[in-house]
């Protein structure tokens, strides 16, 4: 009898279902999942993630699913399962796996600390002015750009235009972690909202793919927050042949930097948003997306652009300052240490909370994603407690370490690719 195999249209993402059987570590056991991954809304994570030798779940299922614990732990219970033994593909001795155990046991003791005392408890107090203060934003921008002729005005009012949609993208952004209302439903319909009216993404793209960045922060293969070849790279080994993809845009990269990012946005906004769509047929985020664009028509074309330039400046400088200067790695590790030793906060003070939209707690935000991130600061003892005492990391840095070592980081990228192209004409001559 020939294997069955099941696929949603893409190579990666095709299912085999015959032996070996697709498995997930959680909580002390193999999870059998193979016939699961076609339903699981992030197949790919489990499949691709998740059922390699070495790879234990339980810190990021807890975590993931921290808003519907209950029904995860109902779907865990009908799947096939047997205890986790010692394996030849097992790729931690025994020291590191006790290691790993207690490091697990702590961090799920801090989590449920903290789920005690409220730390996950939305503020609908916080979540009203977050939202009252980007439309606010948005409206102050609109007029001056509608409304005065003069270049001084209507640029004043580009820059409110894109600090408003910046705004979008921190609310936009909290919402896809379910940790605005706490409530999965109503957080996803603020998400689409805000995400589609203000900036034109999709939020079922977004949602999909940021999953895939927290799973596995700076991991080559698994983290899509690298993946921005041909346009430009944190790190020459994202590339699988760097002779081969190496282009103009890679080797000029800190010249062209302002060029790229919008090359990017324009391509998020026409390319990916719309696949998105069409592959998860959500008919409602067209018409949320339809809304972005009218408004693009009344302000006009070139308001438009540069505000959208401003925001993907704005967006793509804060968004590398915790993760692009850091090691990559493709190597699997317990999933607390992974996002202890990929990520680092920057600047832990009240100017720099509003300005990256509390996103300079990192780690805090990659360790417990569901916690609403206004209260990120509030645990950052305990957090660096835990990693003190598991000999691990926990890097802060000023604001503008963070952007030294990044934009640096960048430019040697491209240094490395001018150099691996001038090797390459003289070795042609």
């Known amino acids: 009898m020939a294997p069955s195999t099941e696929s949603t249209g893409k190579d990666w993402e095709k299912v085999d279902l015959r032996?070996?059987?697709?498995?997930?570590?959680y909580d002390g056991n193999y999870y059998d999942v193979t016939d699961f991954i076609t339903r699981h809304p992030g197949g790919k994570q489990i499949m691709g993630y998740f059922t390699n030798p070495g790879e234990d779940a339980t810190s990021a299922i807890q975590q993931f699913h921290a808003r519907s614990f209950n029904k995860v732990q109902g779907i865990m219970k009908s799947l096939k399962s047997r205890p986790v033994t010692e394996s030849p593909d097992e790729p931690f001795?025994?020291?590191?796996?006790?290691?790993?155990k207690a490091l697990t046991e702590d961090f799920t003791k801090l989590y449920m600390e903290l789920k005690a005392e409220g730390f996950f408890d939305p503020?609908?107090?916080?979540?009203?002015?977050?939202?009252?203060e980007l439309i606010l934003i948005t409206v102050f921008g609109l007029h001056l750009v509608t409304q005065y002729s003069s270049l001084l005005a209507k640029s004043v009012g580009v820059f409110a235009l894109a600090m408003g949609q910046g705004r979008a993208i921190w609310v936009m952004h909290e919402g896809g972690h379910y940790s605005l209302t706490g409530n999965v439903r109503i957080d996803k319909r603020i998400q689409v909202y805000?995400?589609?009216?203000w900036l034109g993404w999709s939020g079922i793209y977004w949602r999909r793919s940021h999953s895939l960045h927290h799973a596995m922060a700076n991991r080559l293969k698994r983290d899509v927050d690298m993946e921005t070849a041909p346009f430009y790279i944190n790190n020459i080994k994202i590339l699988n042949d760097p002779v081969k993809e190496n282009n103009f845009l890679l080797r000029n990269q800190v010249e062209l930097s302002p060029f790229s990012v919008i090359l990017v946005e324009l391509f998020v906004l026409v390319g990916v948003?719309?696949?998105?769509?069409?592959?998860?047929?959500?008919?409602?985020?067209?018409?949320?997306?339809?809304?972005?664009?009218?408004?693009?028509y009344y302000i006009?074309?070139?308001?438009?652009?540069?505000?959208?330039?401003i925001l993907v400046v704005y967006f793509y400088v804060n968004l590398i300052l915790p993760h692009s200067h850091l090691p990559v790695t493709d190597q699997p590790t317990?999933?607390?240490?992974?996002?202890?030793?990929?990520?680092?906060?920057?600047?832990?003070?009240?100017w720099c909370d509003w300005w990256m939209g509390n996103l300079n707690y990192q780690i805090e935000h990659h360790l417990f994603p569901t916690m609403p991130q206004?209260?990120?600061?509030?645990?950052?003892?305990?957090?660096?407690?835990?990693?003190?005492?598991?000999g691990l990391p926990y890097r802060v840095y000023s604001y503008k370490e963070a952007a030294v070592m990044a934009f640096r980081n960048v430019y040697d990228v491209a240094n490395q690719l001018r150099a691996l192209s001038k090797s390459k004409t003289l070795k042609n001559e």
Not at 19 to 25: A, D, G, L, N, Q
Not at 273 to 293: C, D, N, P
Not at 300 to 309: E, M, T, Y
């Open 19 to 25: 032996t070996p059987r697709k498995e997930i570590v």
């Open 93 to 100: 001795d025994k020291a590191t796996r006790e290691k790993n």
């Open 123 to 132: 503020s609908y107090t916080h979540i009203t002015y977050r939202i009252l």
């Open 194 to 197: 805000v995400s589609g009216i």
């Open 273 to 296: 948003s719309g696949a998105a769509l069409l592959k998860y047929r959500v008919w409602e985020e067209f018409l949320v997306l339809g809304l972005h664009f009218v408004a693009a």
């Open 300 to 309: 006009g074309v070139w308001p438009w652009l540069f505000s959208h330039w």
């Open 334 to 350: 317990h999933w607390v240490e992974h996002g202890l030793v990929h990520t680092c906060d920057v600047e832990q003070r009240p």
């Open 374 to 390: 206004f209260k990120n600061k509030f645990i950052v003892g305990r957090v660096k407690a835990l990693a003190e005492k598991h």
